[in-house]
T-cell receptor, first 115, second 111 residues
Framework: AQSVSQHNHHVILSEAASLELGCNYSYGGTVNLFWYVQYPGQHLQLLLK??????LVKGIKGFEAEFIKSKFSFNLRKPSVQWSDTAEYFC?????????????FGTGTRLTVIP | SQTIHQWPATLVQPVGSPLSLECTVEGTSNPNLYWYRQAAGRGLQLLFY??????ISSEVPQNLSASRPQDRQFILSSKKLLLSDSGFYLC??????????FGAGTRLSVL
């Protein structure tokens, strides 16, 4: 069965530290990859997505993610975090031919940024 | 702009009671609609999705059902709640392969 793993359940960083949240999936075919974010008190929202092309994807608020097919990974990065990045981050994967009914989510990583 | 409304925000229900959670979408037509559940310490699990009025697909066998009486309305129901139905329920919508918008969620506690 397809699965998505986010090994870090809670990450605590100081402001200006660099961030990398891991995401690995277990499906050998063509996939679409997503990161969603939920800020405190707000709805879950799409942060960035990868369908094809350049494996380094830029998202909102300075986030980026790199698709490494050989490692089945789609890690989320930010060079310098801010207090406002405190949120819960979810990785999601769906397999071609796609369709959101095939969208599988990880368990989420809670990021706490200390001012 | 598109918005999604989901209510209630929290709900405490006794075992065996019925359930009705409602979700409505504004600012779009013929969206794909979804119900997800997040149990404690687990990822989001797709329960139901709908590509149109009256069209419901279920992803996992369960004690719940869904209906889509109108284009922008999606309802999650149960005739008799179980303890295991407790969790955080999210409604979402999208137009293609990705989900763009989630509702605020309903935290359901079955006691």
């Amino acid at each position: 069965a397809q699965s998505v793993s986010q090994h870090n359940h809670h990450v605590i960083l100081s402001e200006a530290a660099s961030l990398e949240l891991g995401c690995n999936y277990s499906y050998g075919g063509t996939v679409n990859l997503f990161w969603y974010v939920q800020y405190p008190g707000q709805h879950l929202q799409l942060l960035l997505k990868y369908f094809s092309g350049d494996p380094l994807v830029k998202g909102i608020k300075g986030f980026e993610a790199e698709f490494i097919k050989s490692k089945f990974s789609f890690n989320l990065r930010k060079p310098s975090v801010q207090w406002s990045d405190t949120a819960e981050y979810f990785c999601a994967v769906n397999k071609e031919p796609g369709g959101a009914n095939n969208l599988f989510f990880g368990t989420g990583t809670r990021l706490t940024v200390i001012p | 702009s598109q918005t999604i409304h989901q209510w209630p925000a929290t709900l405490v229900q006794p075992v065996g009671s019925p359930l009705s959670l409602e979700c409505t979408v504004e600012g779009t037509s013929n969206p794909n609609l979804y119900w997800y559940r997040q149990a404690a310490g687990r990822g989001l699990q797709l329960l139901f999705y709908s590509v149109g009025i009256g069209q419901i697909s279920s992803e996992v066998p369960q004690n719940l059902s869904a209906s889509r009486p109108q284009d922008r309305q999606f309802i999650l129901s149960s005739k008799k709640l179980l303890l295991s139905d407790s969790g955080f329920y999210l409604c979402a919508w999208g137009l293609s392969v990705d989900i763009q918008y989630f509702g605020a969620g309903t935290r359901l506690s079955v006691l």
